[in-house]
């Protein structure tokens, strides 16, 4: 059976309303919306599973912008999964490790 397309506009800008308010960003709200739309559908992930990052970039202490690479942790379902559960890593953290660039 093909997969259902849960995506909506009004949530989407629902997911960035609410943990915008919370001071998460567009790119992570919209990630954890969309992670919670795959999660929620058993042909697709098994209850507890599935992986999701997000590039993107936080601000430093001082306002600078720092690139990084938000990645979910074990342990949260995706279908009920929440910004704190794909924490960021400072990329130039991660990109020794990758061929690619951010």
Do not use: Q
Request: glycine share 10%; aromatic share 6%; charged share 15%.
């Amino acid at each position: 059976m093909p997969a259902r397309n849960r995506w909506s506009d009004a949530g989407a800008a629902a997911a960035v309303e609410r943990y915008g308010a919370s001071g998460i960003s567009e790119a992570l709200a919209l990630r954890t919306f969309t992670a919670r739309l795959l999660g929620s559908d058993p042909e697709l992930v098994l209850h507890g599973g599935g992986n999701t990052s997000v590039k993107t970039s936080v601000s430093g202490l001082l306002g600078e912008s720092i690139p990084v690479l938000c990645v979910k942790g074990s342990g949260w379902d995706l279908a009920t999964i929440e910004p704190p559960a794909i924490p960021p890593c400072a990329w130039s953290r991660c990109s020794p490790c990758a061929p690619w660039r951010l």
